[in-house]
């Protein structure tokens, strides 16, 4: 391909001025091309940028707006930019403040004047509105991927450990006896309307606004229906003035994101407690933890730690485009150029916790006798002893529950579980109580009794987590 560079207009070489110079005498101050620059953080978005240019490029040919000729050589023009961009070679420029301007100062070094014609019936606004909007939707689907990673390592180990005792909590103060694998299916919900934010927000945000141009449209006779079928999207937005100056598909991708890394933090503090000594739950190998500088002996869950702290940044990145966009008149204001880096670094913390917990979640190993011997703790199965007084006794629940209180009181008192009391001592709080009463008073006659569908007995987590290799097969 001939380079052109040579031929190019001189407004087109100069710093800062090169597309929008015209009514310009003199150059930016160097404080206000620090400022407004974006290349170094917006390059990222060149294969979107590409792929919006190649579709508006055609359409534009189609539609009998730019000749044909005219069309190919821009298309020929931007897979060179791309070969370019892939092989690391391209000279990206401040002087040229972002990725549109960048890509479109290249495109007229080699091919010349004709590269100008792209730029006809669109908009810098419009251009960024549907790059960034790919972007987000592209993130969207990879966080997706993700979590069903995730949920799909969460399903092994319950599907292992489905029948593994171990101490459910409330007030993180023993409540009643559950199985590992229903706790580690908790998640897997938990991760399973995750995902369903992401794909929620990917369907509201799959609107092209291409074709916007700056706010009112285009008095070309452009087809925005084709540039939205070319580039994936549903169909194309419906008023110009939200097109460029909306922002919310990206708040509710940092929204759901938010609420992912806040699952995540919950699980990881959990691990982090359960390796301590004091719980002694689970292990997990090197791959995963690190030791001291000074004391020896220590093997930090610091994985599980780094993925608590990512919550913090990831709302901050909500909490940040919130109050960009919060005070923003119609149509488009250079504060949203602010919207790239906070959403970018979402992403990329999430992308990197989602990925860690699944690798700690396929790294652990639980000990099961340490949880079988906590589930009885704390008088567990209270509530089991409730419940046969009202299913033998007929007893009024409250009434029930005044009794266990009793029950649970004189244990305390001597030192031991429920299951140790004798008949004579359970007698002397309720005299109908009889021998099968010990029957239900075990974690792990607990656990098995609870049926109900989404209880902790292990054929139903067995039946739940047949039910999600289903969904996710």
């Known amino acids: 391909m001939t380079d052109h560079a040579s031929d190019t207009p001189q407004a087109a070489k100069g710093q800062g001025q090169a597309m929008w110079g015209g009514r310009f005498s003199a150059k930016p101050a160097e404080l206000m091309q620090a400022i407004n620059v974006s290349i170094g ?9 590409l792929a ?14 730019i000749a044909s000729a005219d069309g190919e050589e821009i298309l020929k023009g931007l897979d060179a930019i791309e070969g370019e961009i892939a092989a690391g070679a391209f000279p990206f420029r401040d002087e040229y403040e972002d990725i549109h301007m960048n890509i479109e100062a290249r495109l007229r070094e080699l091919i010349g004047p004709t590269a100008g014609r792209l730029h ?58 559950v199985t590992f694998g229903h706790h580690l299916m908790a998640y897997v919900e938990m991760f399973g309307r995750d995902a369903s934010r992401f794909r929620d927000a990917r ?8 074709g916007a141009a700056a706010l009112a449209g285009s008095p070309f006779p452009i087809d925005r229906h084709q540039t939205a079928a070319a580039l994936g999207f549903d169909r194309p937005t419906a008023n110009s ?47 995963f933890t690190t030791g001291s500088s000074i004391m020896p002996q220590k093997k930090n869950p610091d994985a599980a730690e780094l993925i608590r702290a990512k919550v913090g940044r990831i709302l ?38 989602l990925l860690a917990m699944a690798g700690m979640v396929a790294d652990l190993t639980p000990n099961t006798d340490n949880m079988a011997k906590a589930a009885g703790a704390g008088f567990s199965t209270a509530t089991d002893l409730a419940d046969w007084l009202v299913r033998t006794l007929n007893m009024p629940f409250r009434d029930a529950h005044h009794v266990t209180g009793s029950a649970v009181k004189t244990a305390e008192g001597l030192g031991v579980d429920l299951a ?41 987590v067995r039946a739940q987590i047949a039910r999600w290799k289903e969904v996710l097969a």
């Open 316 to 353: 901050g990145s909500l909490t940040t485009l919130t109050v960009v966009m919060k005070g923003l008149p119609l149509a488009y204001s250079k504060d949203m150029q602010e919207d790239k880096v906070p959403t970018f670094e979402a992403f990329d913390a999430l992308e990197l916790a």
């Open 41 to 49: 953080f917006d390059k990222r978005l060149w294969a979107q940028d």
């Open 420 to 460: 140790d009391l004798t008949l004579e001592q359970f007698q002397a709080i309720e005299p109908r109580i009889t021998q099968d009463v010990y029957a239900v008073l075990t974690p792990a006659a607990s656990a098995a009794s609870r049926m109900s569908y989404g209880g902790t007995a292990p054929a139903q």
């Open 203 to 210: 369907a509201r945000m799959n609107e092209c606004p291409l």
């Open 120 to 177: 006809t019936a669109r908009s810098r606004n419009d251009q960024v509105a549907v790059d960034f909007r790919l972007w987000v939707r592209d993130a969207c689907d990879r966080s997706v991927g993700q979590l069903e990673a995730l949920q799909k390592a969460l399903l092994a180990q319950a599907e292992t450990y489905a029948d593994a005792l171990m101490p459910g909590f409330t007030h993180l103060q023993p409540a009643q006896p």
């Open 241 to 287: 003035l939200d097109s460029v100056s909306s922002r919310d598909f990206a708040l509710e991708a940092l929204s759901a994101a938010s609420i992912t890394a806040t699952h995540l933090s919950r699980l990881a503090e959990e691990i982090v407690l359960w390796t301590t000594p004091m719980f002694g739950f689970i292990k997990l190998t090197d791959a």
């Open 52 to 65: 919006g240019s190649r579709a508006h490029a055609r359409m534009l040919i189609s539609q009998g707006v």
